[in-house]
Nanobody, 116 residues
Framework: QVQLVESGGGLVQPGGSLRLSCAAS????????MGWYRQAPGKQRELVAA????????NYADSVKGRFTISRDNAKNTVYLQMNSLKPEDTAVYYC?????????WGQGTQVTVSS
């Protein structure tokens, strides 16, 4: 059984930083990409950032470019999201996503709240 364990969410003031982690365990055949999505109240889930297996390609939502950085440790099947210069509009539940050759997996979500 595949598990995605997320950590690192919390409450932070505007301008602050957080680092999210997501560790994937279990039998996952051929991970192709890992990423983060977020969903704010009353809004649709949106892609924040994603990175391919080799780490050679990554993409970001326009709203986070220059502030967030995605990285991964393939040996640990772990993906990270470093979030800097956080804004109140970054407040959302952040979900880890893993795309494998034949399947897709989601984490349970971690709350990020940016507020003074």
């Amino acid at each position: 059984q595949v598990q995605l364990v997320e950590s690192g969410g919390g409450l932070v003031q505007p301008g602050g930083s957080l680092r999210l982690s997501c560790a994937a365990s279990g039998s996952i055949f051929m991970i192709r990409a890992m990423g983060w999505y977020r969903q704010a109240p009353g809004k649709q889930r949106e892609l924040v950032a994603a990175i391919t297996t080799g780490g050679s390609s990554s993409n970001y939502a326009d709203s986070v470019k220059g502030r967030f950085t995605i990285s991964r440790d393939n040996a640990k099947n772990t993906v990270y999201l470093q979030m800097n210069s956080l804004k109140p509009e970054d407040t959302a539940v952040y979900y880890c996503n893993v795309q494998a050759l034949f399947s897709e997996y989601w984490g349970q979500g971690t709350q990020v709240t940016v507020s003074s």
